[in-house]
């Protein structure tokens, strides 16, 4: 079922400023992982924004286009929960603990305690944030207040979950156990995450789109998206990279069957160990 | 300027963040602070710059110790780019902002023009920094805390939300200051892009120091994947590569592993080609 759908979508943030968005046409589907990748500035935030539906408060926006969101199982409107880029404004500080801050997103969503309290110590144990409980969200690092978000965001069980780069201050091991757990939780909701991080995208995209200046410029399984003509755009695995530098320096095993960038790391070591 | 933690210890109200931290830094490194969320890389930092003051221990900054010394006075010594560049915004433009730190300590020695040049700002100097995507925001925070010349320059987390665009600026910036002899200290993540830049590393595990010390002898010893899981970073991706390659040392980017690759093969070449010599004689 699709969740949202747009159709030659374009977006200014003023009228006379280009648009962040060009002509996007693309179709997000339930229980589908979508990444979108890109340089700064190619509107992979405001497609965050537009399908979370929080463009439409940009007092100066102008659009053109279709956006269209489906209804949920129940005849609802679809419900999403969002991360953002700046995540550090979404902490209320209303609550002392870290645990009452992300009930604070079940309770807006009207849930009786009961189930707010189970979901709750379901996020927590899913984002592995057990020990930081009891702790005020005041005194906490920057890596882990995003897990905070998160784990409020997971609580609310939106039918899209949208992520705006949600690793940009996790440690590695944080940013490794997350994309198993988003890899789970894409049975349950569809997910949209902003984020150029390689590995991450290998392992939890579905489909990989990615962005210039507001449009798309591929869209598809990462192996068939990562080409020639996106990967200007792109970071790529540290062996992706090796296999890239040795093929133009004509050092990789002969007859190496070319997809022109390994995204395999066992095939890429192969490459890299030539002749022998 | 030389960086020395000596015993240092620091808690917030009733949670220890760091704990009994000694460590030293030449002039003129370039060193990365990695570990675990919440292991103290953040406190590491406003320590260093005097935003925080130890509980325990003393830190020195070159010849100045820093107990007893106003923030302003540690400034001069030690700038310091925040995690959230949102914190550190406050002025109309970009061009009041990339000023402040330099126009306030009252050095003016023609650095502004080459950080702007090398972070590719002069096109944003007239904007209001708000109005900035995120990524350019943390450029301009990061300009500004290196305009201001400061022997040492601290940055957190200066990565963190670039694209490949904006990190290849910073590799340019790092470069530059390195040029220029500056200290410069960085928490980050990201090791993949920053290690081949370092000198030193500091590792911290709940607040305590696991490493510190030359990166290459971090990844020389046997015990540096141990130490690097512990520390929740894990094992950067081209020091596995180089593993699984067989070098003789990790080697930390693309170009070094191929240049290493071509060196061994060469080797081996010459081995052989005297051995067959040596049999046709």
């Known amino acids: 079922m699709k969740i949202v759908s747009l159709t030659e979508f374009s977006l200014s943030y003023t009228k006379d400023s280009p648009p962040a968005l060009n002509g996007i046409n693309f179709d997000l589907n339930s229980r589908e992982s979508v990444v979108v990748s890109g340089l700064s500035g190619s509107g992979k935030s405001t497609l965050c924004l537009a399908i979370a539906g929080l463009t439409e408060t940009f007092p100066a926006m102008t659009f053109k286009g279709v956006i269209r969101r489906s209804d949920g199982a129940n005849g609802e409107r679809a419900r999403v929960g969002i991360v953002l880029q700046n995540f550090y404004s979404q902490i209320t500080y209303l609550r002392s603990t870290v645990m009452e801050e992300i009930a604070f997103s079940c309770e807006n969503l009207g849930l009786p305690r009961q189930e707010t309290v189970r979901r709750v110590s379901e996020a927590i144990d899913m984002v592995r944030i057990g020990h930081l409980a009891d702790r005020s969200p005041l005194e906490l690092s920057g890596g882990e207040k995003q897990k905070v978000v998160l784990a409020a965001a997971i609580a609310g069980k939106p039918d899209l979950l949208v992520l705006d780069e949600p690793l940009s201050q996790l440690d590695p091991e944080s940013t490794a156990y997350l994309g198993g757990v988003l890899t789970e939780l894409k049975r349950e909701m569809a997910l949209l995450i902003a984020e150029n991080d390689p590995y991450f995208i290998l392992k939890v995209a579905d489909r990989l789109v990615v962005l210039s200046e507001g449009k798309i410029v591929a869209d598809g399984p990462p192996e068939e998206a990562i080409t020639r003509s996106s990967v200007a755009y792109l970071d790529l695995p540290a062996w992706t990279m090796c296999v890239a530098k040795a093929d133009e320096e004509g050092i990789t095993r002969e007859n190496r069957q070319a997809p022109p960038y390994e995204l395999n790391y066992r095939k890429a070591i192969s490459a890299l160990k030539g002749p022998n | ?281």
């Open chain 2, 1 to 281: 300027m030389k960086v020395r933690f000596e015993n240092v210890s620091f808690t917030y109200d009733t949670r220890t963040a760091l704990k009994n931290v000694s460590c030293e830094f030449d002039s003129g490194r370039t060193i990365l602070v990695v570990g675990h969320n919440g292991s103290g890389k953040s406190t590491f930092l406003k320590l260093m710059n005097g935003i925080l003051k130890p509980t325990v221990g003393r830190i020195t900054l070159g010849e100045t110790i820093t107990d007893g010394k106003r923030t302003s006075e540690l400034a001069r010594l030690c700038a310091l780019s925040f995690q959230n560049p949102d914190d550190q915004l406050f002025a109309q433009t970009v061009k009041k902002e990339l000023r402040f730190g330099i126009d306030n300590i009252g050095r003016g020695d023609g650095l502004f023009d080459s950080i702007v040049d090398t972070l590719h700002l002069a096109e944003h100097l007239k904007s209001n920094p708000y109005s900035l995507m995120y990524a350019l925001r943390r450029l301009v925070t990061i300009g500004g805390s290196a305009a201001m010349g400061t022997p040492i320059l601290a940055l957190d987390e200066p990565t963190a939300g670039l694209s490949l665009r904006e990190k290849k600026y910073l590799g340019t910036l790092l470069a530059f200051l390195k040029a220029r002899g500056t200290t410069v200290v960085m928490v980050t993540h990201d090791l993949n892009f920053l290690l081949p830049y370092a000198d030193d590393m500091l590792l911290l595990s709940h607040g305590e120091a696991q490493f510190s010390g030359e990166r290459d002898r971090l990844f020389a010893g046997k015990d540096a994947r141990d130490l690097m899981r512990r520390a929740g970073i894990g094992y950067p991706a081209y020091a596995r590569i180089s593993s699984a390659l067989d070098l003789e040392l990790p080697a930390f980017s693309a170009e070094e592993i191929v240049e290493c690759l071509k060196k061994k093969r060469a080797g081996t070449t010459r081995r052989t080609n005297g051995r067959h010599q040596l049999e046709g004689a």
